[in-house]
């Protein structure tokens, strides 16, 4: 996980003590590495953590627990699909809130 987003869930605190502002709202975590397995499962669970701890609905692609891909992303084409899928879940269930 890169400094610049640990530092932003890390200045997320005062969300959660004023209560709970992100309770509720659904989230899906994206990570690019720099190989098929270059730790990006790793970063995928500490951002879903984030998420429960703030009390997030965290969406998955249904397969994965989130889009998972590799750099040059184009030429990821498994990446690019659980990415798509993860965006494309997102939007059902916003549809289905209407």
Request: with cysteine.
């Amino acid at each position: 996980m890169s400094s610049q987003i640990k530092a932003l869930m890390d200045r997320t605190v005062a969300l959660r003590r004023n209560g709970f502002l992100l309770k509720d709202k659904f989230s899906a975590a994206l990570a690019v590495g720099g190989s098929r397995n270059g730790g990006q499962e790793l970063v995928i669970g500490q951002l879903q953590a984030f998420m429960h701890i703030h009390g997030m609905i965290p969406v998955g692609d249904d397969n994965h627990f989130g889009g998972i891909a590799h750099a040059p992303l184009g030429q990821d084409e498994v990446g690019k699909e659980t990415v798509t899928q993860t965006a494309e879940k997102i939007c059902r269930i916003l549809q289905k809130m209407k």
